[in-house]
Antibody, heavy 122, light 106 residues
Framework: QLQLQESGPGLVKPSETLSLTCTVS??????????WGWIRQPPGKGLEWIGT???????YYNPSLKSRVTISVDTSKNQFSVKLSSVTAADTAVYYC??????????????WGQGTLVTVSS | EIVLTQSPATLSLSPGERATLSCRAS??????LAWYQQKPGQAPRLLIYDASNRATGIPARFSGSGSGTDFTLTISSLEPEDFAVYYC????????FGPGTKVDIK
């Protein structure tokens, strides 16, 4: 059974870089050939797609975040990660990692991690 | 960017009643729309994809319809566990979500 688990600091200072990792179990990032994504949700608000990465490292970013986001994949560890630079309080959110229900990057997300709250504060 | 608008913002209904939720796209997205359910403290769950296809394990009381710019999620008879927030998402042009509709108990 596919499981995704986010990990990383729960508190980040303004202007610093937020870094999170998603560990995948129950499937191989590389051999499955699926894409893998990050979505966030500010407290009490809606969902925002951050970006998606392929098993081979091709990336697709939300244009509104593109200048600050980097998503990478480590197939040897079966993990993928997101970095968001120059964070502000507006980046405070629950961050989810997810996998689309079908192959390709332009897809809906059928599998989600439980989410991790990241607060930006000094 | 394709903007999704959901209405109403809140829907107050009783168990057993029919729920009709709307999602409108700022331009045509063919049938590239999904619906998710989210309960407090939980990740979203995919209910409907490509406008009208139920995801694996989703009860038949959930149905989706529409194409182009206007879409509807219908819950035929609300069960207690259906009270939640529902989001639509499009995949026609990048990926964007609607603001959500909260279905609460009347």
């Amino acid at each position: 059974q596919l499981q995704l688990q986010e990990s990383g600091p729960g508190l980040v200072k303004p202007s610093e870089t937020l870094s999170l990792t998603c560990t995948v179990s129950g499937d191989s990032i590389y051999s499955s050939t699926y894409h893998w994504g990050w979505i966030r949700q500010p407290p009490g608000k809606g969902l925002e797609w951050i970006g998606t990465i392929s098993y081979s490292g091709n990336t697709y970013y939300n244009p509104s975040l593109k200048s600050r986001v980097t998503i990478s994949v480590d197939t040897s560890k079966n993990q993928f990660s997101v970095k968001l630079s120059s964070v502000t309080a507006a980046d405070t959110a629950v961050y989810y990692c997810a996998r689309p229900q079908a192959r390709g990057w332009l897809q809906f997300f059928g599998y989600w991690g439980q989410g991790t709250l990241v607060t930006v504060s000094s | 960017e394709i903007v999704l608008t959901q209405s109403p913002a809140t829907l107050s209904l009783s168990p057993g009643e029919r729920a009709t939720l709307s999602c409108r796209a700022s331009q045509s997205i063919d049938s590239y729309l999904a619906w998710y359910q989210q309960k407090p403290g939980q990740a979203p769950r995919l209910l409907i994809y490509d406008a009208s296809n139920r995801a694996t394990g989703i009860p038949a009381r959930f149905s989706g319809s529409g194409s182009g710019t206007d879409f509807t999620l219908t819950i035929s008879s609300l069960e207690p566990e259906d009270f939640a927030v529902y989001y639509c998402q499009q995949r026609s042009n990048w990926l964007t979500f609607g603001p959500g509709t909260k279905v609460d108990i009347k």
